[in-house]
C-alpha cells in the first residue's frame, strides 16, 4: 500500500516553520506546553487566511479559550490583556509579530527539495543491511518517516514533508526495499524484523524519542512500532489507514476496488488464470517466486501497475511510470505480497485496533483521504472509533493520502 496530511496542534507548526528565530519557536513552545509540541511538521491544509491562526490555536489545546490563550501571551510578553469584547483574532497578530513570527498563514505546499546531510548503511541481521539517511536540522526535533509498501522505498520526495530548519528527518529502507540490500529479499523478512530493525536504527542515531510519520503501509508499521515501544514514541502521525485485515486486502486484490477501476483490473486479473483467480494473493505468491526470473518479473508489472493505476482517484504518470521500473515493480510486488499472504505476520485479524490501549496516552494524527481507492476510509473510521482520543482528519484529495 503505497504519500498529504493536516497537522495536528497546528499553530506550533507553523509557528517552527514561520518564526523568525530559533529562539521564537522555543518560546512559543514553552507558552502552549502542547503535549506534541512541537513535534508536528507543518503539512500543507486548507483553511480561509484570515482563520488560519485562530484555527491553528485553537488545536494547541482545546480546553483552552484563544482569550485565554492571548492573555497567557500577554503575561509572558508584559503586554497588556485583552478583555471580552476586544478582537482576539486581530490582536493575536501583534503578539505573534513581537515573538518574531514573519507569516501567520498555513502553508500551500511542501517544503522545498533537499539533500541528506549524511547517510548509511546499517547491518540489522545476517543478512539485511539497510539504507538510512538524515536530513534537516542535525539538532532539531527528530522525526521517522516509515514508507510504504512494504517494498517501495524512500524517495527524496518524503524528506519534503517536514520542515527542514526545525526537524531532523530520519528516512530508511525497509528489508528487501530501495537501496537496503539483498534487494527484494523475502528471507527473515516480517513486520516484527522490521520493527527490531526500528530500535536498532534509534539506537545507531543515538536518539532517545522520535515522532514517527507513516502512510498505507507506513501506517501500519507506525502503529506496530508504537504499540511495541510506547516509551520512545512522541507522537505519531498516520494517513492513508491500512490495518492489514481480510477486509481489506479481499477489497483491494480480490476485486472490490475493481468496480471503480474495472480496465486497471483487467491486466491484474488476466494475467492469473481462470481456476486460480480464487485467490490471487497465492497466484501472484506462484510466479513471484519462481525460478524463472522472466516470470518473476511479468507477475511483479502486472501486481504494481495496478496499484500504481489505482493510486490517484485520476491517473497520475509519475506513479505509472514507476510500476514501468523492473527493479522497483520486482521488490514492490514480491515484498508487499509476501506480507499480506501472511496477514501481516500479526496474531489476529484485527491486532491493531485490539492494542490500542497500550498507546492511547500518546498524541496522534488520523490522517485520511476520503476518495482513497487503495486503503479505503472505513480502516482510518474504525481506527478513530477505537482511539478517540487521536485527532482525526478527513480530506477529499485524490489520492492513496
Known amino acids: 500500500m503505497s504519500e498529504f496530511m493536516a497537522g495536528h496542534h497546528g499553530c506550533l507548526a507553523l509557528f517552527s516553520t514561520h518564526c523568525g528565530s530559533s529562539s521564537a519557536t522555543t518560546t512559543v513552545s514553552r507558552l502552549f506546553s502542547s503535549p506534541l509540541a512541537p513535534v508536528v511538521p507543518c503539512i500543507p491544509y486548507t483553511t480561509p487566511p484570515r482563520a488560519t491562526l485562530v484555527y491553528a490555536l485553537a488545536w494547541t489545546r482545546p480546553t483552552t479559550s484563544l482569550l485565554g490563550i492571548c492573555n497567557r501571551?500577554?503575561?509572558?510578553?508584559?503586554?497588556?490583556?485583552?478583555?471580552?469584547?476586544?478582537?482576539?483574532?486581530?490582536?493575536?497578530?501583534?503578539?505573534?509579530?513581537?515573538?518574531?513570527?514573519?507569516?501567520s498563514s498555513a502553508r500551500s505546499e511542501i517544503y522545498p527539495p533537499i539533500e541528506p546531510n549524511r547517510t548509511g548503511f546499517l547491518q540489522v541481521?545476517?543478512?539485511?543491511?539497510?539504507?538510512?539517511?538524515?536530513?534537516?536540522?542535525?539538532?532539531?526535533?527528530p522525526i521517522l518517516f516509515l514508507h510504504g509498501g512494504p517494498g517501495s522505498g524512500t524517495?527524496?520526495?518524503?524528506?519534503?514533508?517536514?520542515?527542514?530548519?526545525?526537524?531532523?528527518?530520519?528516512?530508511?529502507?525497509?528489508?528487501g526495499a530501495g537501496k537496503s540490500t539483498p534487494h527484494?529479499?523475502?528471507?527473515?523478512?516480517?513486520?516484527?524484523?522490521?520493527?527490531?530493525?526500528?530500535?536498532?536504527?534509534?539506537g545507531h542515531l543515538k536518539i532517545e524519542k522520535w515522532q514517527v510519520f507513516g502512510g498505507s503501509w507506513g501506517s501500519t508499521l507506525a502503529l506496530t512500532y508504537t504499540q511495541s515501544y510506547p516509551e520512545r514514541v512522541t507522537g505519531?502521525?498516520?494517513?492513508?489507514?491500512?490495518?492489514?485485515?481480510?477486509?481489506?486486502?479481499?477489497?483491494?486484490?480480490?476485486?472490490?476496488?475493481?468496480?471503480?477501476?474495472?480496465?486497471a483490473w483487467e491486466p491484474y486479473r488476466g494475467h492469473i488464470p481462470v481456476e486460480e483467480r480464487g485467490d490471487f494473493l497465492e497466484a501472484y505468491s506462484k510466479r513471484l517466486n519462481s525460478p524463472d526470473e522472466s516470470v518473476q518479473l511479468a507477475a511483479a508489472k502486472a501486481w504494481t501497475n495496478w496499484e500504481m493505476a489505482t493510486s490517484y482517484l485520476v491517473p497520475n504518470d509519475e506513479s505509472l511510470k514507476r510500476g514501468e521500473n523492473e527493479?522497483?515493480?520486482?521488490?514492490?510486488?514480491?515484498?508487499?505480497?509476501?506480507?499480506f499472504r501472511n496477514k501481516?505476520?500479526?496474531?489476529?485479524?484485527?491486532?491493531?485496533?485490539?492494542?490500542?490501549?497500550?498507546?492511547?496516552?500518546?498524541?496522534?494524527?488520523?490522517?485520511?483521504g476520503r476518495y482513497d481507492?487503495?486503503?479505503?476510509?472505513?480502516?482510518?473510521?474504525?481506527?478513530?472509533?477505537?482511539?478517540?482520543?487521536?485527532?482525526?482528519?478527513v480530506n477529499t484529495y485524490p489520492a492513496n493520502s
Open 73 to 103: 501571551m500577554s503575561q509572558s510578553m508584559n503586554m497588556r490583556p485583552l478583555k471580552e469584547n476586544q478582537d482576539v483574532t486581530g490582536d493575536l497578530a501583534a503578539r505573534f509579530a513581537k515573538l518574531g513570527v514573519k507569516n
Open 125 to 141: 541481521s545476517d543478512i539485511h543491511s539497510l539504507y538510512w539517511e538524515e536530513s534537516g536540522n542535525p539538532e532539531g526535533q
Open 344 to 368: 501481516g505476520f500479526f496474531r489476529t485479524d484485527s491486532f491493531l485496533l485490539e492494542n490500542i490501549d497500550k498507546i492511547r496516552h500518546i498524541p496522534a494524527v488520523i490522517v485520511q
Open 184 to 202: 527484494a529479499c523475502l528471507e527473515d523478512n516480517t513486520t516484527w524484523a522490521l520493527v527490531s530493525d526500528i530500535e536498532k536504527l534509534r
Open 155 to 175: 524517495s527524496g520526495g518524503n524528506r519534503r514533508f517536514f520542515d527542514p530548519e526545525f526537524y531532523r528527518i530520519i528516512l530508511f529502507d525497509q528489508r
Open 373 to 393: 481507492m487503495v486503503c479505503p476510509m472505513v480502516s482510518a473510521w474504525d481506527l478513530h472509533r477505537a482511539w478517540p482520543e487521536a485527532d482525526f482528519r
Open 327 to 339: 527493479k522497483f515493480a520486482l521488490a514492490f510486488a514480491r515484498v508487499e505480497n509476501h506480507y
Open 236 to 263: 505519531v502521525i498516520m494517513r492513508g489507514i491500512f490495518l492489514l485485515r481480510k477486509k481489506e486486502i479481499d477489497w483491494f486484490y480480490q476485486g472490490g476496488a475493481a468496480a471503480i477501476y474495472p480496465d
